[in-house]
């Protein structure tokens, strides 16, 4: 079982930077593949960013690739998403969640766990 909270999001202008921060618990977050997706009001969850265990290269959204950088510190049960150059469109609720596959998935259905999300609000 993994439990996931989110934090660090804000209200932020256009071009400015937020860094979001995922905690999980549980004994064996080491070997889940760690994901962030986000949702804007009537659309639908998409995907941001993956990484795997290993902590390799993590795999981006062609919306976000060179702006947003996803990170894992498996000793501290965390990771991050770092966002800069933040647009308007932007703008969402964003969801931490982990895969207990060791493979990266773009797909909601990959996921086996989510946090309760944190919001996200870019300012044109």
């Known amino acids: 079982q993994v439990q996931l909270v989110e934090s660090g999001g804000g209200l932020v202008q256009a071009g400015g930077s937020l860094r979001l921060s995922c905690a999980a618990s549980g004994r064996t977050f080491s070997r889940y593949t760690m994901g962030w997706f986000r949702q804007a009001p009537g659309k639908a969850r998409e995907f941001v960013a993956a990484?795997?265990?290993?902590?390799?290269?993590?795999h981006y959204a062609d919306s976000v690739r060179g702006r947003f950088t996803m990170s894992r510190d498996t000793a501290l049960n965390t990771v991050s998403l770092q966002m800069n150059s933040l647009k308007p469109e932007d703008t969402a609720v964003y969801y931490c969640a982990a895969s207990q596959s060791s493979s990266i998935g773009v797909n909601t259905g990959h996921y086996d766990y989510w946090g309760q999300g944190t919001q996200v609000t870019v300012s044109s």
């Open positions: 990484v795997t265990w290993s902590g390799g290269s993590a």
